[in-house]
């Protein structure tokens, strides 16, 4: 896409957008002004789109044929998806592969969660399997691991970024990252700041094939 200035745009096809981390990587979008995005949201009515940079296709990512309509034109795939309390990430991934590979598309960057980096006691295991994590539930951690396990079986050039406790919270921009692991003592990171570091991928090889811990 080339833009007024005459300008090349990256275009950005997006899952989850409406979420948190989503809205808040959408604000680093409008304001960097360099990448045009079309985002597929289940519903457009209430939903925050920066028509600057960002156009909305109204679809559901557990479907193949939206999947393919928003990716098949973009140069990168971003997905903020949560897992909507089912098996929404693994039916979705499938498809993003699915559609990435069929029309020649590498690069996808996706939010996971610290429970599925390598435990700092025994690397063998993820998070989730140990002591390390706090959370009561592990439902989540193991939709995600089903992802990244479908993502490493993969040819595509992915990064999952890994955020662990998430607060609401603005990019103060000052935070440790740490391939593979969480950052030693790491307890919180903002949206803010997940977004910020999501962002600078766009642009970065430095986590191809890998998972990344965010923390302060």
């Known amino acids: ?21 989503g809205q808040a990587f959408l604000n680093f ?8 995005v079309y985002a597929l949201v289940r519903r457009t009515e209430g939903a925050r789109i920066p028509d600057k940079c960002c156009q909305a296709l109204t679809g559901n990512a557990r479907n193949q044929h939206d999947v393919e309509s928003l990716i ?8 903020c998806l949560n897992t909507d309390g089912d098996d929404t990430l693994t039916v979705s991934i499938e498809h993003m592969i ?4 069929a029309h ?29 994590s706090k959370r009561r539930s592990a439902r989540a951690a193991q939709e995600h691991a089903r992802v990244y396990e479908r993502l490493r079986e993969s040819e595509l ?16 921009k000052t ?8 950052p030693d003592g790491g307890k919180e990171i903002s949206t803010g700041d997940t977004a ?21």
């Open 72 to 79: 098949k034109d973009s140069d990168i795939v971003v997905s």
């Open 29 to 36: 979008v409008e304001e960097d002004g360099r990448y045009s």
């Open 104 to 132: 020649r598309i590498k690069r996808l960057i996706t939010i996971g969660t610290a429970g599925i980096l390598n435990a700092r006691q025994n690397p063998d295991l993820y998070r989730f399997e140990t002591n390390e």
């Open 175 to 182: 935070y440790r990252f740490e391939q593979d692991v969480l």
């Open 1 to 21: 896409m080339i833009d007024p200035m005459g300008v090349i745009m990256l275009k950005i096809a997006l899952f989850g957008g409406t979420g948190r981390v």
């Open 157 to 172: 050039d992915w990064t999952i970024v890994c955020p662990t406790y998430l607060p609401d919270g603005p990019a103060l």
């Open 196 to 216: 910020h570091f999501l962002f600078k991928q766009l642009e970065s090889d430095q986590f191809v094939k890998a998972r990344v811990g965010l923390a302060y």
């Open 98 to 101: 699915n559609a990435m590979n």
